[in-house]
């Protein structure tokens, strides 16, 4: 029996990344080991009011992410799945850290797939250290005076006190 070698694939790890955290990290680099090329990407048109301009977030993510030569970051705007396709992606990765985010995951993944069946969602899990840790809630400590050491990358820690000051 004959087997099609596997092709390379790249995947599209998308979010807001307002800012990126540990937990994101965690991600990428399991990303990065599986996929021949990761794209991270974040996401412009957000309804949500972000703390970070889209710039500063890409800015931070490249910093973080250098190491990985097979990582690149990107912004999108519109459609995950017209962007994923004009990237040549095959494969969309998303994070779960908790049973909580699978039901939004899964819609999403659905609606997405309903959109373009040909790309795949993959979820992946983070290291336990990180399964309660969201940029949403770092960015309430900073604002408040808490501790984010550890949570966040230290570029990011500092960005985000110069941010909340
Ligand atoms: O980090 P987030 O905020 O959970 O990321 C959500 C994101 C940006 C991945 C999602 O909102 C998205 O894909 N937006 C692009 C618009 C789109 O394609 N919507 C239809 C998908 S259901």
Partial sequence: ???????PVTAIY???FDPVTNGHLDLIARGATIFEKLVVAVAHNLDKDPLFHV??????????VYNWKNVEVDVFEGLLMDYARAKN???????????SDYEYELQMAMMNRKIEPQIETVFMMPA??????????VKEL????GPVKG???PLVEEKLRAKVS
């Avoid at 992606?89 to 049973?99: F, H, M, N, P, Y």
Wanted: aromatic share 6%.
């Fill in 142 to 145: 900073a604002r408040l005076g």
């Fill in 89 to 99: 992606a095959t494969v969309v990765l998303r994070g779960i850290r908790a049973v």
């Fill in 151 to 153: 949570l966040v990358p």
């Fill in 55 to 64: 710039k500063e977030r890409v800015d931070m993510l490249e910093a973080v």
């Fill in 1 to 7: 029996m004959a087997f099609e070698a596997s092709k």
């Fill in 14 to 16: 998308p979010g807001s």
């Fill in 128 to 137: 336990i250290q990180y399964s309660y840790l969201s940029s949403k809630l």
